[in-house]
C-alpha cells in the first residue's frame, strides 16, 4: 500500500467519498470549538513579524472612484463570497465584484438566495466576503456582508458590508478598491471581454478567462418571473464559483457579470448579465446606509438558526441551489478514525485535528478568535475515534491543518493537502500516528 507520512501521524478510515460538490464546508463542522494548540513564540525582530490584512480604512462619507483601471486594479476589487446556510455555516462560495469603496459589493442573486423561491440561504441574508489582497494567495476573510438589494429573474444583488470578522460594525469609513462600471455603451458581437473571480477549477487564487462576445440570448433564472433577460454570451470558459464576478471589457471596465456557463462535447460558452440590468438595484443600494458611514446603526440580525428536518428524516439547514454556472449545496461526507500513540498504540483521547480556512498561516492566527479560522475540525472521544466532516474541496484544496494532542507533539503545517492522504488503492487514508513529547 503507497503510504503518505507525516512527523506527527492520525489513524484515518474513509467512511464515504460520494458525490461531493466543490462547494466550501461548514466551519467547524462538530460545533465546538477545540482549545487553540499553544501559539508559536513572536519573532524577536519586528520586521519578521506577519503582515496584518486588515482592509484600509479612512474616516470619509463619499465613495472613491477609480479612473484607468487596470487589471490588477480589477483583481484587487475582485471577492470571494463565502454563502452560509441558515446555520451560518459555510456550504458554498461565489465571486462578486466591489462597486463602491464604502463597502457595496455586485454579484448574482443564486450566490446569496434560491432563484425558484425567492428566499435568501438564511433569515439575514448574509454572507462572508473574503478580501484579494494578492493574486498569487487565497482571499482573506474579513467582512461579513448583507443583501440590500436583488432579483432573482436577473440573477442579481447588491450587498452592503456591515460588520467586519469580530460581528462589529467597521469603526471608520471603508476605503475600499473598486471596479469601473460601464453602463454607457452596449456590448457588441466580437468584442474581447475578460471574467475575473473565484473559479471552482482554478484553485483557491482569483483566475481569469478571456474570449470575445459570441451572441446574445434572452434567459430568466426564475420561473416566476413573467420577464426574461439580456444574456450575453462569451467563448471564456468558466465555472462554478465564478458566478457573480466580473466581466471587464478591455479598457479594464466591468461591463456585466457572470452569472453561468454551457458546456457540450469539449465546448464551452459563458453566460453573463449586462451591466445596465443592474443600475436599479446599484442606485437603490446607494441610498441604503452603509455601518461605519453616515451614521449607520449597526445592523440587527435573527442570527443562525438551527437546522430543520423534513418529512423524510433528513436534515436541511440550507436552501442553496445552482442555476447554470453557480453554487450547489455542498456535499459533506465523513472521514473517520483513531487517533493513538505511536510508542503504546493507545487511544488518545481529546486529540484535535484542525483545518485552516483557505489563506490563512498559523503564524497569522489570532488565538483570542480562534474559531473565526477554522474550515472544519474534530476532536477524539475516549476511545480515540473522530469524524471530520469535509467536502471534496476541503480535501482537495492546499491549507493548514494542525493535530495536536496534550503532551504529545503538535504537528501545525501550513500547506497540506489531504487529498494527498488517501491511498486510492485501497480505498482508505493512510495509518498516522501521534509522536508523544519526550
Known amino acids: ?36 494548540p499553544e501559539a508559536p513564540a513572536a519573532p524577536a525582530d519586528p520586521a519578521t513579524q506577519p503582515v496584518t490584512n486588515e482592509a484600509p480604512v479612512a474616516a470619509k462619507d463619499e465613495p472613491t472612484t477609480n479612473a484607468n483601471m487596470s487589471l490588477n486594479d480589477v483583481i484587487d476589487a475582485t471577492v470571494r463570497i463565502g454563502m452560509l446556510d441558515t446555520a451560518w455555516q459555510e456550504v458554498g462560495h461565489g465571486s462578486g465584484s466591489i462597486i463602491d469603496s464604502r463597502g457595496l459589493i455586485l454579484t448574482n442573486f443564486h450566490v446569496i438566495g434560491d432563484n425558484e423561491s425567492g428566499q435568501y440561504y438564511n433569515a439575514d441574508g448574509i454572507s462572508y466576503i473574503y478580501v484579494t489582497l494578492d493574486p498569487r494567495d487565497p482571499p482573506k476573510l474579513q467582512f461579513i456582508a448583507q443583501v440590500v438589494d436583488a432579483d432573482a429573474g436577473r440573477d442579481l444583488a447588491v450587498l452592503r458590508i456591515i460588520a467586519t470578522t469580530n460581528g462589529e460594525p467597521p469603526a471608520d469609513c471603508l476605503s475600499l478598491p473598486t471596479v469601473t462600471l460601464n453602463n454607457d455603451v452596449e456590448v457588441e458581437i466580437g468584442q474581447k471581454v475578460t471574467s475575473v473571480g473565484y473559479s471552482g477549477v482554478g484553485g483557491n487564487t482569483v483566475s481569469i478567462a478571456s474570449g470575445q462576445v459570441v451572441g446574445f440570448e434572452q434567459i430568466t433564472m426564475s420561473s416566476s418571473s413573467t420577464r426574461s433577460f439580456e444574456a450575453i454570451k462569451y467563448d471564456a470558459s468558466d465555472s462554478r464559483g465564478s458566478s457573480g464576478g466580473p466581466i471587464i471589457n478591455e479598457a479594464n471596465e466591468q461591463v456585466a457579470v457572470v452569472f453561468a456557463g454551457w458546456s457540450d462535447q469539449g465546448d464551452s460558452l459563458g453566460y453573463a448579465r449586462p451591466i445596465t440590468l443592474a443600475e436599479d438595484l446599484i442606485s437603490s443600494a446607494k441610498l441604503v446606509r452603509i455601518p461605519g458611514c453616515n451614521g449607520a446603526d449597526a445592523a440587527k440580525l435573527v442570527g443562525p438558526q438551527a437546522a430543520q428536518t423534513t418529512d423524510n428524516g433528513n436534515t436541511n439547514n440550507s436552501t442553496a441551489g445552482n442555476t447554470g454556472g453557480g453554487q450547489q449545496k455542498a456535499e459533506v461526507f465523513e472521514v473517520s478514525g483513531y487517533v493513538y500513540d505511536r510508542n503504546t498504540n493507545e487511544a488518545i483521547a481529546n486529540a484535535s485535528i484542525v483545518m485552516l480556512k483557505p489563506g490563512y498561516r498559523w503564524d497569522e492566527v489570532d488565538y483570542d478568535r480562534y474559531a473565526e479560522y477554522i474550515w472544519t475540525s474534530a476532536q477524539t472521544d475516549a476511545n480515540g475515534l473522530y469524524v471530520l466532516k469535509v467536502t471534496e474541496e476541503m480535501v482537495s484544496t492546499r491549507t493548514g491543518v494542525g493535530f495536536y494532542a496534550d503532551g504529545y507533539k503538535a504537528y501545525l503545517s501550513d500547506e497540506e493537502l489531504m487529498i494527498e492522504f488517501y491511498d486510492k488503492d485501497k480505498n482508505q487514508w493512510v495509518d498516522l500516528s501521534f509522536e508523544p513529547q519526550p
Do not use: F
Not at 507520512?5 to 477545540?34: H, Q
Open 1 to 36: 500500500m503507497k503510504m503518505y507520512r507525516m512527523t506527527v501521524i492520525v489513524a484515518i478510515v474513509l467512511c464515504s467519498l460520494t458525490g461531493c460538490g466543490l462547494l466550501n464546508a461548514v466551519s467547524n463542522s462538530t460545533g465546538n470549538t477545540p482549545a487553540a
